[in-house]
């Protein structure tokens, strides 16, 4: 009989042991899908600061030094250092803290200042700091870290991408100018100078980008209306250069 009530206790412990875990993967998770990713380290830390309250602690204070000096003091709710009638000073509480530092030599790939950031959790007055507050507080942290790092790696992307198209325009507009210039020497009998001359006059006159008035060109064989420069002869406006 003995043996079965320590069996039944024993079996009792462990599901209280595997219910009290999966509590706290839901609380991580749950705090973990209030954090905002930004590129700045300052957006994504207030996020966390008001993600932990009260979930772990009725005030949390950041504070946060980026590496070209910018300072940011977050603390949730507002004003929260302040003494409250009755009470002692936050300052004198039990806390659980957390940091991270990210130098900027670490951030090659993502670009962006290098930061330090240092989060602190407050405890109720009827409670002390445990060490599973201290590691959700910790994964908070880190989790904080890594959307910053990923923000910064796309934004970094995006702007590649942006130059690397920017540059496919310029070249393509570079080429189609290069042939819109042979096709006006070659039908109007020019010097490349002159030619060049004939298709920035279309430009002016048009009010068009000399990359489209080539590009135009070169797709229709058809040169927009331009007023001929003084000893310069060039096709009328419309005609088939083809």
């Given at each position: 009989?003995?043996?079965?009530?320590?069996?039944?206790?024993?079996?009792?412990?462990?599901?209280?042991?595997?219910?009290?875990?999966?509590?706290?993967?839901?609380?991580?998770?749950?705090?973990?899908?209030?954090?905002?990713?930004?590129?700045?380290?300052?957006?994504?830390?207030?996020?966390?600061?008001?993600?932990?309250?009260?979930?772990?602690?009725?005030?949390?204070?950041?504070?946060?030094v980026?590496?070209?000096?910018?300072?940011?003091?977050?603390e949730?709710?507002?004003?929260?250092?302040?003494?409250?009638?009755?009470?002692?000073?936050?300052?004198?509480?039990?806390?659980?803290?957390a940091?991270?530092?990210?130098?900027?030599?670490?951030?090659?790939?993502?670009?962006?200042?290098?930061?330090?950031?240092q989060?602190?959790?407050?405890?109720?007055?009827?409670?002390?700091?445990?060490?599973?507050?201290?590691?959700?507080?910790?994964?908070?942290?880190?989790?904080?870290?890594?959307?910053?790092?990923?923000?910064?790696i796309?934004?970094?992307?995006?702007?590649?991408?942006?130059?690397?198209?920017?540059?496919?325009?310029?070249?393509?507009?570079?080429?189609?100018?290069?042939?819109?210039?042979?096709?006006?020497?070659?039908?109007?009998?020019?010097?490349?100078?002159?030619?060049?001359?004939?298709?920035?006059?279309?430009?002016?006159?048009?009010?068009?980008?000399?990359?489209?008035?080539?590009?135009?060109?070169?797709?229709?064989?058809?040169?927009?209306?331009?007023?001929?420069a003084?000893?310069?002869?060039?096709?009328?406006?419309?005609?088939?250069?083809?």
């Amino acid at each position: 009989m003995t043996e079965s009530f320590e069996v039944l206790r024993l079996v009792g412990s462990v599901h209280a042991v595997s219910d009290d875990t999966e509590s706290e993967m839901h609380r991580l998770d749950y705090l973990v899908d209030r954090l905002v990713a930004s590129a700045a380290p300052a957006v994504t830390f207030t996020s966390l600061a008001e993600a932990c309250v009260p979930l772990l602690g009725p005030r949390c204070i950041v504070d946060l030094v980026e590496d070209s000096g910018v300072a940011y003091s977050i603390e949730r709710p507002r004003g929260s250092m302040s003494r409250l009638p009755g009470e002692r000073g936050w300052a004198d509480r039990c806390t659980v803290s957390a940091a991270a530092t990210i130098p900027s030599s670490t951030l090659a790939a993502a670009g962006g200042s290098g930061y330090y950031a240092q989060v602190s959790s407050f405890c109720p007055v009827d409670r002390t700091p445990t060490e599973e507050r201290e590691y959700l507080l910790q994964h908070l942290v880190d989790s904080a870290v890594e959307l910053v790092r990923r923000e910064r790696i796309q934004a970094a992307l995006d702007a590649e991408h942006a130059v690397s198209a920017q540059l496919r325009q310029a070249l393509q507009g570079s080429r189609d100018i290069g042939m819109a210039i042979g096709i006006t020497m070659n039908a109007s009998n020019l010097t490349s100078d002159q030619a060049f001359e004939v298709l920035s006059r279309a430009s002016q006159d048009t009010n068009r980008k000399l990359r489209d008035i080539a590009t135009e060109l070169v797709r229709t064989g058809v040169l927009p209306h331009v007023a001929s420069a003084p000893g310069l002869s060039v096709h009328a406006a419309g005609s088939d250069y083809r």
